[in-house]
């Protein structure tokens, strides 16, 4: 019996030593956690949402004429350049009409140079014109001469005698120009002016005429008012066009802008001026920078894919250079820049957690885990600004969970934030 016990002693002695062993391994062994070193750099705060891509600058290209529509080379979605043809209207009419508006007018020169006084009076005006003309060849020959004649006799190669005989021939010419001159005067002054006052009305009333022909056939085409492309094309061949009536949108396809709707508690933060960054919504994931330009002054409200009624912003963003692939209508999204700090201390958004409503992280120091609250700043997609409780250079766990608890050991492994 006494033996008995004494087995169940040391039994008892064993299982308590095995347990102090199990106790002392486990305590000392360390969990295997993804740590972060606390960085200084740069973070940004963004509003996240849709935009919707739109053309900037539309014209718009009307009918002016009026007809049935014979032929419309353009096409929705066809590039254009300024002045290219659109539309054509029907023209045989008008055509037909100029055609004898021409002949009038022929009729009319023709009817003027069969006058006899008239005939005469033209031919004493181109005398006059060509006796005007000889004389102007001989006073800038004379004029030559004579200023050549001068610098032989200020260079003392030529006698006063033969430069006075240059000069007096130079105004000689100079006289018989100025008598061609007023030949000529007189003659127009004594125009047969009843034929020339027909003549002249005449021929301006059927100019005009031509000239009110040839402008209405030019609105009988419409061309394109920029370059650019064809977004909407309102007419068909074989009905009658209008005056005023819109027959094409032309859009300026290197002029874009986007539109977003953005939540009114989130877009309180958007100012004129912010950075924004526009992507386009496929797996390339094209991006590029652009600026806020335009702010709603009020809310529309609008209703949300679940149903929700919502109050929302219209941002308008000028993207600084073109978008790739992008046209009207398509949606890319955007994050508008509301806040960019350059030197902020910072550390994962997955290593700030909750902890009795205040902001904590794990340091680990000396290989253990230390809670310490902290004061957070602005946040992006994956880093948190840390304004308090940090210094650059500590090491955090990344991405906590809720078995670790202050004072365990920790064994850092590669971090995916690193």
């Not at 040839?214 to 061309?223: D, H, T």
């Not at 700030?352 to 290989?367: E, M, R, W």
């Amino acid at each position: 019996m006494k033996k008995k016990k004494i087995k169940i002693w040391i039994l008892g002695i064993g299982i308590v030593c095995a347990a102090s062993l199990l106790f002392w391994y486990f305590s000392n062994q360390a969990t295997e956690a993804d740590v972060q070193t606390v960085q200084e750099g740069e973070i940004k705060k963004y509003v996240e949402d849709i935009g919707t891509v739109r053309y900037k600058e539309f014209r718009n290209a009307s009918i002016e004429g009026s007809g049935l529509i014979q032929s419309i080379p353009a096409s929705v979605g066809k590039q254009v350049k300024k002045g290219d043809l659109l539309l054509s209207l029907e023209k045989t009419d008008l055509e037909m009409q100029l055609k004898t508006q021409d002949a009038k007018i022929k009729e009319i020169e023709a009817s003027f140079q069969g006058d006899s006084a008239v005939k005469n009076y033209a031919t004493s005006v181109e005398k006059a014109k060509i006796v005007i003309g000889a004389a102007e060849d001989a006073y800038t020959l004379a004029l030559d001469d004579f200023n050549y004649a001068k610098l032989l006799s200020e260079q003392g190669n030529l006698s006063t005698k033969d430069l006075k005989a240059k000069e007096i021939a130079l105004k000689s010419a100079q006289s018989k120009l100025d008598s061609a001159k007023i030949d000529l005067q007189q003659l127009e002054t004594n125009t047969p002016a009843s034929a020339k006052a027909v003549y002249n009305a005449q021929l301006s009333q059927a100019v005009l005429g031509r000239e009110n022909l040839s402008n209405s056939l030019k609105k009988q085409e419409i061309r394109s008012p920029i370059d650019g492309v064809v977004l909407e094309k309102k007419v068909d061949v074989n009905t009658v066009g209008a005056p005023g009536t819109i027959a094409f949108v032309i859009a300026d396809v290197g002029k874009m802008e986007v539109e977003a709707y953005i939540l009114a508690d989130d877009a309180i933060e958007i100012k004129p001026g912010n950075d924004v960054e526009i992507a386009e919504r496929s797996e390339k994931k094209q991006t590029v920078a652009g600026k806020v330009t335009e702010i709603a002054p009020s809310a529309v409200e609008m209703t949300s894919s679940l149903g929700v009624n919502q109050k929302r912003i219209k941002i308008t963003i000028e993207p600084l250079k073109p978008l790739p692939q992008m046209k009207q209508g398509y949606e890319v999204d955007v994050r508008i820049v509301t806040e960019k700090k350059s030197k902020a201390v910072k550390v994962p958004l997955s290593a700030v957690f909750d902890n009795g409503g205040k902001s904590c992280v794990f340091v680990v120091s000396d290989g253990k885990t230390v809670l310490r609250t902290v004061k957070k700043g602005i946040e992006d997609h994956d880093s948190a600004e840390i304004l308090d409780g940090l210094k650059k250079g500590e090491t955090v766990l990344s991405e906590p969970d809720v078995s670790i608890k202050e004072g365990m050991k920790i064994k850092p492994k590669k971090s995916v934030h690193s």
